[in-house]
């Protein structure tokens, strides 16, 4: 109750807050929609040349992508660390976070709060379920518990991968570290993993896991019955990486000495 109450009490600031600019929240969520579409635009023009990709369908790839935008959205609200280091290591924030009741980590995820990502993942909601329509993929009701644990999953493997790099902060103080790459691997995510060569198909499958906050939980819902059992895997997954995340970020708090003066 006393972290559910915290939640409630950000989100109250949060709103008020952003909607004292109400044109400035507009601009933020319009610009990450119109990021979004623009890059579901160019699996379009890949398949302007093609049928197929690695034996994919255009409707099944943007399936996988319209999953894949429904845990980022929902990460991106809750682990917006993308600041850390200049905020909390360089500024000296952290030590003021450290003097408070509540779990660092919880606090840290609040004060970045960023709602406006889960249009991103409502997007992707949609565009998920426009592909499943597409593709004539029947219904059960089974479905809707599946895809909330797939999504607990693979929100799960964002959260363990970012908060262990997050981490290294506490390590050095260089601004922005690693992160500004492993975005970019992230989106490896959205496409079939058999597109890829092994070293990479390994990479995103047990080393940094992205194949599982897309390709292979979509499996699931497309009927692949290669795929079930990877897809299967993805709560897992997610609970291993995450408890692997905290770890190394216990660690490295227990590390932290303070800004000094």
Known sequence: MFYAGLIVDYLKTYMKTRLTYRADFALEVLTDLAYQFVSLAMIFV????TEEIGGWSREEI???YGYFMIPYG???CFFNFYGFTE???VKGEMDRVLTRPAYNLVQLSLENLDPSSLFGALTGAVIMGAAWSRLGLGFHV???PALAVMVVGSVMIYAGIYVALTAVSFFTDAPTG?????????NYGRYP???YNAPVRILLTWVLPFAFVGFYPAGYFLDKEAMRGMALLTPAVGAVFFTMGVLVWN???RRYRGAGS
């Not at 890949?46 to 040349?49: I, N, T, V």
């Not at 690693?178 to 992230?186: A, E, F, H, R, V």
């Open 46 to 49: 890949m398949f302007m040349h």
């Open 62 to 64: 943007v399936f996988i």
């Open 74 to 76: 929902i990460f991106q």
């Open 87 to 89: 905020r909390y290591i």
């Open 142 to 144: 089974a479905d809707v």
């Open 178 to 186: 690693i992160l500004p790459l492993l975005y970019n691997i992230q």
């Open 193 to 195: 993993a058999n597109i």
């Open 251 to 253: 660690f490295g708090v």
